[in-house]
């Protein structure tokens, strides 16, 4: 066995299906391909997953309460593959993506982890738009950080990073990808690619799932060198958020000018951040959706980081 992909999954059987369809229509030899999918969700083993009968596919139940990261590495336990593709469950890879990733690591010894771009439809709702270019700011270049939904890199190197951290509950990408980094390049090539079945499409939606996004933000600062310019996502939504307030409660007090001058305040990095985002979407999403974009996404991230100081935010699907 070369390849083994490996699947936490919880609820959402379509897309899963989605994801499995996609690895059975790799451009490679489906023989060394094995299919790893971890689950929390016991109702699976009734599910048709498979169309194609020639993917090796094995599914295992795991308990309600392991993170991201225990299934991800429970996943390794049951591995026989030389190299582990960590993918999410509603991940449509490009039929190259098996051989693309293996090509980036192996032309190039100093390579620990390859991923593949995200693309969108042309038709995707503003917010997909959104996200896609945020995933695609560095593209063909070794990065600092690449996320846990498609991930390719070899046993022998998961084995030195010590494998996913398994007490945080989300932010666990960022952990394991600097532990990563610390061993060789992280590469996010252009040349394989993927669409994220999943990614937010409403705005709604989104905020709810920001807020459980940010729940292990600090904690995954613990045992890892921060960056300089990681520290604004950090600082940046609970500052907002807080002189949001300050301005609210200003006005209710009558004091008019202190108001504006707070609110003020709060909106210049939503404003800097916007226009960052849109030189790097090429202008092709309007400005009014990345401001929104910005308006839920930094309050839903602050609430999440302070609310995740106290309490576990469960969620329904990953």
Same mark, same amino acid.
């Given at each position: 066995?070369q390849?083994?992909?490996?699947i936490?999954?919880k609820?959402?059987f379509?897309m899963?299906?989605?994801?499995l369809?996609?690895?059975?229509?790799?451009?490679c030899?489906l =023989?060394?391909?094995?299919?790893?999918?971890?689950? =929390?969700?016991?109702e699976?083993?009734?599910q048709?997953?498979l169309?194609n009968?020639?993917? %090796?596919?094995?599914?295992y139940i795991?308990?309600e309460?392991?993170?991201i990261?225990a299934?991800?590495n429970?996943?390794?336990?049951q591995?026989?593959?030389?190299f582990?593709?960590f993918l999410?469950?509603?991940i449509?890879l490009s039929?190259?993506?098996t051989l693309q990733m293996?090509?980036e690591?192996?032309t %190039?010894s100093?390579r620990?982890?390859?991923?593949a771009k995200q693309?969108?439809h042309?038709d995707?709702?503003p +917010?997909e738009?959104?996200?896609t270019?945020?995933?695609?700011?560095?593209i063909?270049?070794d990065?600092?950080?690449?996320?846990?939904?498609?991930?390719?890199?070899?046993q022998t190197?998961?084995?030195?990073?010590g494998?996913?951290?398994e007490? +945080?509950?989300t932010?666990?990408?960022?952990f394991?990808?600097?532990?990563?980094?610390?061993l060789?390049?992280?590469?996010?090539?252009?040349a394989a690619t993927?669409?994220?079945?999943g990614?937010d499409?409403?705005?709604k939606?989104?905020?709810?799932?920001?807020?459980w996004?940010?729940?292990? %933000?600090? =904690?995954s600062?613990?045992g890892?060198?921060?960056?300089f310019?990681e520290?604004p996502s950090f600082?940046a939504?609970p500052?907002?958020?807080l002189?949001f307030?300050?301005?609210l409660? +200003?006005?209710v007090l009558?004091?008019l000018?202190?108001?504006l001058v707070?609110?003020?305040v709060a909106a210049?990095?939503i404003?800097?951040?916007?226009?960052r985002?849109?030189a790097?979407?090429?202008k092709k999403?309007?400005f009014?959706?990345?401001v929104?974009?910005y308006?839920?996404?930094?309050?839903?991230r602050?609430i999440g980081?302070?609310?995740?100081?106290?309490?576990?935010?469960?969620?329904k699907?990953h």
């Amino acid at each position: 066995m070369q390849v083994s992909f490996i699947i936490p999954h919880k609820g959402r059987f379509e897309m899963l299906k989605q994801t499995l369809q996609s690895i059975s229509q790799q451009s490679c030899d489906l =023989q060394t391909i094995e299919v790893i999918v971890v689950s =929390q969700t016991p109702e699976i083993q009734k599910q048709t997953l498979l169309d194609n009968p020639s993917l %090796n596919l094995r599914v295992y139940i795991r308990p309600e309460n392991n993170t991201i990261s225990a299934l991800r590495n429970y996943g390794v336990t049951q591995a026989q593959g030389q190299f582990l593709a960590f993918l999410d469950a509603d991940i449509w890879l490009s039929k190259n993506w098996t051989l693309q990733m293996m090509a980036e690591l192996t032309t %190039n010894s100093n390579r620990i982890i390859s991923s593949a771009k995200q693309i969108c439809h042309d038709d995707a709702p503003p +917010l997909e738009k959104i996200r896609t270019s945020l995933s695609n700011a560095e593209i063909d270049t070794d990065v600092a950080f690449l996320p846990g939904r498609n991930l390719f890199l070899t046993q022998t190197s998961f084995d030195k990073i010590g494998g996913f951290p398994e007490h +945080l509950i989300t932010c666990e990408d960022y952990f394991f990808t600097d532990q990563a980094a610390k061993l060789g390049k992280l590469y996010y090539t252009s040349a394989a690619t993927y669409v994220h079945l999943g990614e937010d499409k409403a705005y709604k939606a989104m905020f709810d799932k920001e807020i459980w996004r940010g729940q292990s %933000n600090l =904690q995954s600062i613990s045992g890892r060198n921060i960056p300089f310019r990681e520290w604004p996502s950090f600082i940046a939504p609970p500052a907002i958020l807080l002189l949001f307030s300050i301005s609210l409660l +200003l006005l209710v007090l009558g004091q008019l000018s202190l108001a504006l001058v707070a609110f003020l305040v709060a909106a210049l990095p939503i404003f800097v951040y916007s226009l960052r985002l849109y030189a790097l979407a090429d202008k092709k999403i309007k400005f009014i959706h990345i401001v929104k974009f910005y308006v839920y996404y930094f309050p839903a991230r602050a609430i999440g980081t302070v609310l995740g100081l106290f309490k576990s935010i469960g969620v329904k699907t990953h």
